[in-house]
């Protein structure tokens, strides 16, 4: 299958030219593939900076906005951000309250975010940092815990809130760990997806086969199993999840129903009502539901399950308003 | 690939209780497969009803909420809704200031939702409809004229922003006239998709083939393309379309570059970029971008192009307050 693109080592940059067009409120550097506000934040208010690689979108450039981050840097498809790209997004959106970094757990992204943060604050910018690893199949694996999956999502919402309501750089780290805690992840992928670079795909999957336990970079999960129905992956994704999750019983919780790029909408509400079932069934409740393709592994097929264990706090944040390009409500006309 | 659903002629319905408890402002007559405003619209609106076959979400379903749809019926998947849901989906929302139906230009969508209005009025409902053709490919296929695409979309919302501010049956539909002469589509296909009931793709495309002149329902288009760079798709769509729009020079546009369900954002914005090129080189400008998956065909791989001229008037009413699942922008929290 081909791919809407022109010459493949200037994606993310073409990428780039075309939100900028298309959303009048960011601004792009594309020497060093930052996505910022256009007009900045105003006072003491910590600016949230994040970034990974490129491939996931809307992660993380579409999150960019009122109520959500002031700047992402984008790497080249699946490849972490260098240190220079993301002290430059840092040094563009600082503020004297200082910069909250928000960082998947993968070896690349953790390393350059750090090296970043050091040289950002040798150069007397305050900087911490939030590790996000919610993926419950990523402790299966031969890797460094979980994996950062669809709790990013609602970190950038949640924080970027807080962060608008002025809440301190301390603040929003203890918010971020206690973000880290109650929130877990999921995915199963039906399909694998092309890396333009590569152009075949990084795995092939029978017709009835799933790969559970899947990752965001096309690569394979903990196990592969039969295709079953909506109503089974649901069962599966909730079981696993809820395994991990140390949620007290008649929880409530804010649910990600995360299509993986090349999922259509119509699965996903399917799923939705399958998730919403079965956690009703445990005596949980759901106070919030997000359903569509937010964190994504390019053109694959499959989905992920998010769940937060919401309580006043996280709800106050979730709802506040936010004007990014692909969350957007409640700001006044 | 499979699909993450239950039972292959459940879809529909396991949908509808995934959007419903998704989005509590809506609510969901299953029987009838018709998705509406849990609170109707006050007063003397005009209430607007849309529909058609599923398999295109978010359309249409997914723009049901103030400042669009007051309902949608949803047919089976790629099949007209019945006469008889029509019906019961005016009836749900009709007032006294009548009911206008928006509908794209599909044998079976005109006549059915011919039929339920003639019925509608009989009972003493005042309905007015406007027909949404658009696809310049259309003319160019042994068919019935343009069928309905992207356009809908802004329909929807232009005409649903109208009525909310208190435009007349009368006025809806004169200003749904304006539109249909002010708008143009075109989609290219770059995979087939899979109807669940028939279990296989509905056509096969090589590697570098594009299928030119894509409908919405897995059917072929009017030619088979060598698939090219970003650009030259860009180029391609707007030749087309603006060969088809009697555009004066210097025109100003609302775009849509749509996803058809399988392709990742980060193409879609690649595309919005190289759009705008061409746009702007031939002397166009753009005042408003959307750029998404907004109406679909399942999992289909592709894109297509809607333009609409713009004036005041219209832009006045897509920058409009909107609360729907898919689109939702100026609602004041």
């Not at 590569?198 to 999957?205: H, Q």
């Not at 919403?276 to 445990?282: F, N, Q, S, V, W």
């Not at 692909?326 to 006044?332: E, K």
Request: charged share 20%; net charge negative; aromatic share 4%.
């Amino acid at each position: 299958m081909s791919k809407l693109i022109n010459n493949k080592t200037e994606i993310v940059a073409d990428f780039m030219r075309g939100l900028k067009q298309s959303h009048p409120d960011l601004d792009v550097d594309i020497e060093n593939r930052v996505v910022y506000r256009k007009t900045p934040a105003v006072g003491d208010k910590v600016a949230l900076v994040s970034g990974g690689g490129s491939g996931h979108e809307p992660l993380h450039s579409g999150f960019v906005g009122l109520g959500m981050l002031d700047a992402a840097c984008m790497g080249e498809v699946f490849t972490s951000p260098t240190p220079q790209q993301i002290v430059r997004a840092i040094e563009k959106v600082s503020t004297s309250a200082g910069v909250l970094l928000i960082v998947k757990n993968y070896a690349g992204d953790i390393m350059n975010f750090e090296i970043a943060a050091e040289r950002a604050e040798r150069n007397g910018i305050k900087v911490r940092s939030v590790t996000i690893d919610d993926d419950v199949a990523g402790g299966k694996l031969p890797s460094d815990g979980g994996r950062g999956m669809g709790l990013t999502v609602f970190a950038e919402k949640i924080l970027g809130a807080a962060a608008e309501n002025g809440m301190s750089l301390d603040g929003l780290c203890e918010l971020g760990q206690d973000l880290r805690t109650r929130g877990r992840s999921m995915g199963i992928g039906m399909s694998s997806c092309t890396h333009p670079v590569a152009g075949v795909p990084t795995f092939e999957l029978g017709e009835d086969e799933i790969e559970v336990g899947i990752g965001i970079h096309g690569e394979p999960g903990w196990r592969r199993a039969r295709a079953g129905s909506a109503q089974d992956t649901a069962k599966l994704l909730v079981e696993s999840i809820l395994a991990e999750l140390a949620a007290p019983e008649q929880s409530s919780f804010i649910v990600l129903v995360n299509g993986m790029g090349g999922t259509p909408l119509i699965e996903l509400y399917v799923m939705a009502g399958e998730i919403h079932r079965e956690l009703i069934e445990r005596g949980h409740s759901v106070d919030r539901y997000l359903v569509g393709s937010h964190i994504t592994s390019l053109e694959m097929a499959g989905c992920s399950l998010t769940l937060l264990q919401s309580d006043a706090e996280s709800l106050k944040y979730w709802d506040a308003p936010v004007s990014t390009p692909a969350l957007n409500w409640g700001v006044a006309a």
